[in-house]
């Protein structure tokens, strides 16, 4: 199976009107500057924003414009990597979940609209299933599978040996499959999640 080949853009409008009907708003774009610019465009000036690791944040730019700090918002993350305390640091990063804006990106998007993202620590998956009341995703496209199953077989066999490999070059020991988070629907009404599809090959 082709994990990497992008989806029609028949497919693509179908799973946008799919999520809809789940209570998400999704949009596409070409290219990962329009990606980026979309994400300026969606978070207000001010708020509290905290992303969860994310090779497709990383490569639309996204994660060097943080780091760059020419951006209007209260990154929390810098807070967290800033903190030296170790108790202080764990009780910011607890609170990090609070964020105004949850940043990030999704393993697989089924085509009727269910979610599924798999974690290691778990620790995106509270403000991605509740405590953040503005979620924004970056998705490739190609993370389009056609059911439940495709998208744990894809997890298993195409994203988790990749994030493995990738793990174990920055020097760790490697990752694990430790949580998952399959989301169903969004029927709080003060929540709102944004999945910026973007027709590039993105991420894993």
Known sequence: MDFNQLATKETVEQVIENLKN????????????QALEKIKELIPEGVSIMTGSS???????????LISKNHPWKNLKDEILNESDTQKRNELRKNSVLADYFLGS???VTKDGGILVASASGSQI?????????VIWV????????????????VKEHIYPLENQRMKNAGYEGSIIGKWFILEREILPN???????VNKDLGF
């Open 22 to 33: 789940r209570g998400i708003t999704a949009i596409l774009v070409e290219t990962k500057e």
């Open 55 to 65: 090779t497709t944040l990383d490569q639309i730019g996204f994660t060097d414009l």
């Open 106 to 108: 999704v393993h697989a």
């Open 126 to 134: 509270p403000s991605y299933a509740f405590s953040s009341n503005n």
């Open 139 to 154: 998705v490739s496209t190609k993370k389009i599978v056609n059911n439940l199953d495709k998208a744990f077989q894809r």
């Open 191 to 197: 929540r709102k999640i944004t999945l910026i599809f």
